[in-house]
């Protein structure tokens, strides 16, 4: 079975400073990896995904993410800090790759961001 | 353009009572699913559904239940509600043709069972 790391309860960043948020991850075969982020009594949206290719994946907000397969981690980093961006960001693997039917998401426990002005 | 509606957005309920949390949406995504977050505990798959007339089991399933008649809705139903089903509760959505896991959620449902 698949499984998340987010090891970081919560993170702090000063405005225009780079943030980083962690995340490791379990898995069989290769993995798809997903970030989410939430903001207060919404649902989750999408920020960016890696399937294959570049280990570098860009998303929205100015967001991007590096894939380490050696370390089996999935950070989410940003080069400068919004205010805006606080928030709880969850980081996801899915199911195994070519189960087109289940397409379930293990999701993290979430690090919530906060960024100070 | 709605994507993903879920109705209510707040509900209490009493030990023993039954309610169903409404799930839509208007995108013709095949897959449906429903999960419960709790703090420190991420999201968890309650029900999953990849098409109507076809539903399964995710992590927690126990206490729940699902349909789903038609492509645009999955309700959740509550069949005798405890107090350890207290929890904010999220339908997602995605398409089957797309293939990456790209799920579309709704903005919850926050229920408290006394």
């Known amino acids: 079975a698949q499984s998340v790391a987010q090891p970081e309860d919560q993170v702090n960043v000063a405005e225009g400073n780079p943030l980083t948020v962690k995340c490791t991850y379990s898995v069989s075969g290769n993995p798809y990896l997903f970030w989410y982020v939430q903001y207060p009594n919404r649902g989750l949206q999408f920020l960016l995904k890696?399937?294959?290719?570049?280990?570098l994946v860009k998303g929205s907000y100015g967001f991007e993410a590096e894939f380490n397969k050696s370390q089996t981690s999935f950070h989410l980093k940003k080069p400068s800090a919004l205010v805006s961006d606080s928030a709880l960001y969850f980081c996801a693997v899915r199911d195994l790759p070519g189960d087109t039917g289940r397409r379930a998401l293990t999701f993290g426990s979430g690090t919530r961001l906060q960024v100070q002005p | 353009n709605a994507g993903v509606t879920q109705t209510p957005k707040f509900q209490v309920l009493k030990t023993g009572q039954s309610m169903t949390l409404q799930c839509a949406q208007d995108?013709?995504?095949?897959?449906m699913s429903w999960y419960r977050q709790d703090p420190g505990m991420g999201l968890r798959l309650i029900h999953y559904?990849?098409?109507?007339?076809?539903?399964d089991q995710g992590e927690v399933p126990n206490g729940y239940n699902v349909s789903r008649s038609t492509t645009e809705d999955f309700p959740l139903r509550l069949l005798s509600a405890a107090p350890s089903q207290t929890s904010v509760y999220f339908c997602?959505?995605?398409?089957?043709?797309?293939?990456?896991?790209?799920?579309?959620f709704g903005e919850g449902s926050r229920l408290t069972v006394l």
């Open positions: 890696y399937i294959t290719g570049d280990n």
């Open positions: 559904s990849v098409g109507a007339g076809i539903t």
């Open positions: 995108m013709n995504h095949e897959y």
């Open positions: 997602a959505s995605s398409s089957r043709g797309r293939g990456t896991g790209e799920l579309f």
